[in-house]
């Protein structure tokens, strides 16, 4: 083997090596970012659901608590004075049937 075609072949074979190392790498590269990316946004994900679900109980908690009728009369003096009150449906609590 001429020392020109053995030049030639470690060339090749190292520009293959070389080249396969760095797709490697990218490709390491890539799969540590996506999984951290997609580690990271689970735990946001996960801590918004939280916050949201702590938010929506307070809500039910505070709308059980008052039982104020829709509609009051109140007598003022001479008058009588009605009062309308806004309460949300899924506060009523359900009657087990």
């Not at 470690?10 to 760095?22: D, E, K, M």
């Not at 659901?49 to 938010?55: D, E, V």
Request: aromatic share 6%; with cysteine.
């Amino acid at each position: 083997m001429p020392l020109q075609s053995l030049i030639a072949q470690i060339g090749g074979q190292f520009s293959l090596w070389a080249g396969g190392s760095l797709i490697s790498l990218l490709q390491l590269v890539i799969y540590l970012s996506r999984h951290f990316y997609h580690r990271c946004h689970r735990a946001v994900r996960h801590q918004r659901r939280k916050s949201l679900a702590a938010a929506a109980a307070r809500r039910a908690s505070t709308r059980r608590s008052s039982s104020i009728p829709r509609s009051s009369k109140v007598l003022n003096g001479n008058s009588l004075t009605h009062h309308l009150i806004r309460i949300e449906p899924d506060s009523l609590e359900k009657v087990p049937v």
